[in-house]
């Protein structure tokens, strides 16, 4: 049965056994390589995403005011677009509130009103106006320009 053709089928389909095994190897090798890649980038996305959503969450909760001496002090910036997140005081204790008007034209945020003071408070791009009130009670309250339109709001806890 030694015919030399017959060992040299054999030795073909030896070869091309191999030579199909490797390429599965370096399959699955790849396989393992980009699936390590989308879980890189999976956990690097929910990482950007969780960052977003406490940055937002944070910003969101506004200026908590600082008490000392019987008295909150709290501080703002005012923009074209009011005061991102406003501010949380306490109940029944006197709130000075400094607000800095902005760089740029601040538009239609000319200044604050509400109901925790009396009177227009005006607010100017590069200088402060400070706002004096005592919060009454728990509650959210709402700031607004001149125009009636939301400049932000005051959380009273
Ligand atoms: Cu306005």
Redesign the pocket.
């Known amino acids: 049965m030694a015919n030399p053709k017959n060992k040299k089928v054999q030795e073909n389909l030896a070869r091309r056994k191999s030579l199909e095994e490797r390429m599965a190897a370096q399959r699955a090798a790849e396989l393992a390589v980009r699936r390590k890649r989308y879980l890189l980038i999976g956990g690097i996305a929910i990482v950007v995403v969780a960052a977003i959503v406490l940055i937002v969450v944070l910003s969101s909760r506004g200026s908590t005011a600082a008490v000392s001496g019987g008295r909150q002090t709290v501080s703002s910036t005012m923009t074209s677009r009011g005061i991102s997140g406003g501010i949380r005081v306490k109940a029944g204790t006197p709130v000075t509130w400094t607000i800095k008007g902005g760089s740029g034209n601040l ?4 200044g604050v009103q509400s109901s925790l003071w009396s009177g227009f408070k005006s607010v100017r791009s590069g200088s402060s106006v400070k706002v004096t009130f005592t919060p009454p009670s728990a509650g959210t309250y709402s700031v ?6 939301p400049v932000c709001t005051v959380t009273v806890t």
């Open positions: 538009g239609c945020m000319d607004t320009c001149s125009h009636g339109n």
